[in-house]
Nanobody, 126 residues
Framework: VQLQASGGGLVQVGGSLRLSCTAS????????VAWFRQAPGKEREGVSC????????TYADSVKGRFTFSRDNAKNTMYLQINSLKPEDTAVYYC????????????????????WGQGTQVTVSS
């Protein structure tokens, strides 16, 4: 199983980016997927997740209303649309996945995930 994240970059405050993560080696319908981020000197933080067999995404409070997580199962690709970027959004963003179901409280916990992408840097300049 491999995950490949892309789409990061340098943007100004208020700008937008769309991150992509392409998965190979497993069928998207049967796994739980998530985006995490890690800023320098900080712990990895759960941003958004979609549990297997669930239609909706869960978001961290810090990104609600600005981030949208979606996935295209036919392409084995998931996306994180990031709008209204703030300096505090600067971090390396990682996609992650695991087989089978997750309990809701586990969804944004990085220890719940088995497979990780390599990360893509998002830098927001003020």
């Amino acid at each position: 199983v491999q995950l490949q994240a892309s789409g990061g970059g340098l943007v100004q405050v208020g700008g937008s980016l769309r991150l992509s993560c392409t998965a190979s080696g497993f069928a998207s319908d049967y796994n739980s997927v998530a985006w995490f981020r890690q800023a320098p000197g900080k712990e990895r933080e759960g941003v958004s997740c979609i549990r297997s067999f669930s239609n909706g995404a869960t978001y961290a409070d810090s990104v609600k209303g600005r981030f949208t997580f979606s996935r295209d199962n036919a392409k084995n690709t998931m996306y994180l649309q990031i709008n209204s970027l703030k300096p505090e959004d600067t971090a390396v963003y990682y996609c992650a996945a695991r087989f089978n179901r997750l309990l809701p409280y586990m969804c944004l916990d990085p220890s719940s995930y088995t497979f990780w992408g390599q990360g893509t840097q998002v830098t927001v300049s003020s």
